[in-house]
């Protein structure tokens, strides 16, 4: 069974710094494009960072420059390392994977398996 966890969200201080972590399991996630998302209280869901089987990274606008989606393959994880938090990076943070290798869209129904989320609280 192919399933998604994700590590590593907590509360955090304005401009600190976090890397949640999700690990897959029952697949190797090296194949596939796998992608971080984030969903805030009344807004829709928006895709922040996703790469692809060639290490080829897409970025939100509103993450790139703070945020760096990390594969790790040897040990099959899937990182997201996020400095110069700010409030609005409020949001409970989402793993996804599709069955396409180069992927690189941000697209939330572009992608079919999904964790369960980590929240991550962002305050001054």
């Known amino acids: 069974q192919v399933q998604l966890v994700e590590l590593g969200g907590g509360s955090f201080q304005v401009g600190g710094s976090l890397r949640p972590s999700c690990a897959p399991s029952?697949?190797?996630?090296?194949?596939?494009?796998m992608a971080w998302f984030r969903q805030a209280p009344r807004k829709e869901c928006e895709g922040v960072a996703v790469i692809n089987k060639e290490n080829w990274t897409n970025y939100a606008r509103s993450v790139k420059g703070r945020f760096t989606i990390i594969k790790d393959n040897a040990k099959n994880t899937l990182g997201l390392q996020m400095n110069s938090l700010k409030p609005e990076d409020t949001a409970m943070y989402y793993c996804a994977t599709t069955s396409l290798d180069r992927h690189l869209s941000l697209r939330a129904n572009e992608y079919a398996t999904w964790g369960q989320g980590t929240q991550v609280t962002v305050s001054a």
């Open positions: 029952g697949f190797s996630f090296s194949h596939f494009s």
